[in-house]
């Protein structure tokens, strides 16, 4: 069964720093998005991407954050000067035309 | 923010019983109603969704009951199996005139079946 791939499943970064989030969504899904979840709270919409540019995105997505689809295949999240409550587990999700999201493993993003 | 409600953090349900999992929410706009499994380590996998046109949808063990009247929908399990204990979370839709269809998520129920 196809699957979305996220790495790294585990990142440490210094607060201030730059990551980078990686994805590889399904190859014929159409929609793309980041979603996160710090410990203990709800999972949160960030961004959503469709024809090569942001459909929507949260308050949360501010100008820290960007998302990019490089090469046709991978879709990555950068934020720029990680803060320390940017630490929370980022799930990367991708569905074709219907209601059929799916979602990767998530990246555990910690900010020390 | 409290679009999306679970207001169980826990339920503990003997095998071969039946699992009700419940969620609330207070958005009129939501349209499309769907449910997700978590295990620890993994994302969320989906399971079952209802459009706001309808009352019940049923796969399987797993049905889903919406009442729009009382913006209140539940999941049941029938017969619940120890392999269905997870983390199972709400989420809700908004309708948009675009096709985005981010997801509004409930905290989530942590449902242990005992065998």
């Known amino acids: 069964e196809p699957e979305v791939t996220q790495t790294p499943s585990h990142q440490v970064t210094q607060m201030g720093q730059e990551v980078i989030l990686r994805c590889v969504p399904i190859?014929?899904?159409?929609?793309f998005y980041w979603y996160r979840q710090i410990l203990g709270q709800k999972v949160e919409f960030l961004v959503s991407?469709?024809?090569?540019?942001?459909?929507?995105k949260s308050e949360i997505f501010d100008d820290q954050f960007s998302v990019e689809r490089p090469d046709g295949s991978n879709f990555t999240l950068k934020i720029r000067s990680t803060k320390l409550e940017d630490s929370a587990m980022y799930f990367c999700?991708?569905?074709?035309?219907?209601?059929?999201?799916?979602f990767g493993s998530g990246t555990r993003l910690t900010v020390v | 923010d409290q679009q999306v409600k679970q207001n169980s953090p826990s339920l503990s349900v003997q095998e071969g019983r039946i699992s009700i999992l419940n969620c609330d929410y207070t958005?009129?706009?939501?349209?499309?109603f769907l449910w997700y499994k978590k295990y620890p380590a993994e994302g969320p996998t989906f399971l079952i969704s209802?459009?706001?046109i309808k009352d019940k949808n049923e796969d399987g063990r797993f049905t889903v009951f919406l009442n729009k009247s009382a913006k209140h929908l539940s999941l049941h399990i029938v017969p619940s199996q120890p392999g269905d204990s997870a983390v199972y979370f709400c989420?809700?839709?908004?309708?948009?005139?675009?096709?985005?269809?981010?997801?509004?998520w409930g905290l989530g129920t942590s449902l242990a079946v005992n065998p």
């Open positions: 209802i459009s706001s």
């Open positions: 190859s014929n899904h159409l929609y």
């Open positions: 991407f469709y024809n090569n540019e942001i459909s929507e």
């Open positions: 989420a809700a839709s908004p309708y948009n005139a675009g096709n985005n269809r981010k997801l509004i």
């Open positions: 958005n009129s706009m939501f349209d499309y």
């Open positions: 999700a991708s569905r074709r035309d219907s209601w059929g999201y799916t």
